[in-house]
């Protein structure tokens, strides 16, 4: 059950470097990778911390992303609905994916290894 909760943040994550990827933002996407790297790998209560504060921030930006994008599209007179309904939906799965960490089992996990 663990592994696949920790495959909502991983996803989300993978996400977000995809998204930085594209804007050619290298630190953006080694720092995604690197979270994804450090939630598979070392189960710290503060990786935990860390994750989730990554994935808030992340909604954020895919927020800021979409409000970009909408005004673009409504400057230029085109259809800007489906874009800011998948925008939505991917900033709502990323904060989503933060909450994973309030689970019993990855509360156990993360809490156990904080020695």
């Known amino acids: ?28 996407v080694l720092l995604c990778a690197l979270l994804v790297v450090l939630l598979l790998a070392w189960p710290r209560a503060w990786v935990a911390r860390l994750v989730q504060g990554a994935l808030v921030l992340g909604a954020a930006e895919w927020l800021w992303t979409a409000l970009l994008l909408v005004q673009q599209r409504l400057a230029l007179g085109q259809p800007w609905l489906r874009l800011s309904l998948i925008l939505g939906a991917v900033a709502v799965f990323t904060a989503v994916s933060a909450l994973v960490f309030r689970s019993a089992a990855l509360r156990a996990r993360f809490a156990r290894s904080s020695r």
């Open 1 to 28: 059950m663990p592994a696949f909760l920790l495959l909502l943040p991983a996803l989300a994550l993978s996400l977000l470097g995809a998204h930085f990827y594209r804007a050619s933002a290298w630190p953006l």
